[in-house]
C-alpha cells in the first residue's frame, strides 16, 4: 500500500524554523501535484500548500504566505516544507498527499479531494 511518510516536525519556540520532508516509496512524485495539509487538535483539515508538477507553481493558504516555502526534489522524490518564523497557530499535525487526478495545483487545492496516499503526518508543536 503506497503511503506518504512525513519527517521533520518538532518542538520550537516562535519565531523559529523547521523544514519538513515527505518521501513515498514506490509512488513517482513526478506524476503529481503534491500538497502539503494540516490538522489542529479539534480544527478541520486544512491546506497549506501545493507544488505542481507540471510547471513548478507553488501556491500557498494566506495563512503562511512569505513564511512558508514548499518546494520539490523530484530526484529524490522528496517534496519538503520549510516553515520560518513559526507562530503557535501553526502548531499541527502535518500531512502531505498526493492530487491522483492533476500534476498541476487546481483552484481548490486546499480541500485535497482528489488527493491520496495520506501518511500518518509529522507533529509540530510550537510553544515557547
Known amino acids: 500500500q503506497v503511503q506518504f511518510v512525513e519527517s521533520g516536525g518538532g518542538l520550537v519556540q516562535p519565531g523559529g524554523s523547521l523544514r519538513l520532508s515527505c518521501v513515498a516509496p514506490?509512488?513517482?512524485?513526478?506524476?503529481?501535484?503534491i500538497g502539503w495539509f494540516r490538522q489542529a487538535p479539534g480544527k478541520e483539515r486544512e491546506g497549506v500548500s501545493c507544488?505542481?508538477?507540471?510547471?513548478?507553481?507553488?501556491v500557498y493558504a494566506d495563512s503562511v504566505k512569505g513564511r512558508f516555502t514548499i518546494s520539490r526534489n523530484n530526484a529524490r522524490n522528496t517534496v519538503y516544507l520549510q516553515m520560518n518564523n513559526l507562530k503557535p497557530e501553526d502548531a499541527a499535525v502535518y500531512y502531505c498527499?498526493?492530487?491522483?487526478?492533476?500534476?498541476?495545483?487546481?483552484?481548490?487545492?486546499?480541500?485535497?479531494?482528489?488527493?491520496?496516499?495520506w501518511g500518518k503526518g509529522t507533529l509540530v508543536t510550537v510553544s515557547s
Open positions: 514506490g509512488l513517482s512524485l513526478d506524476d503529481y501535484a
Open positions: 498527499a498526493a492530487d491522483i487526478m492533476r500534476r498541476r495545483c487546481g483552484s481548490d487545492w486546499y480541500v485535497g479531494r482528489d488527493s491520496r496516499y
Open positions: 507544488a505542481s508538477a507540471s510547471d513548478g507553481s507553488t
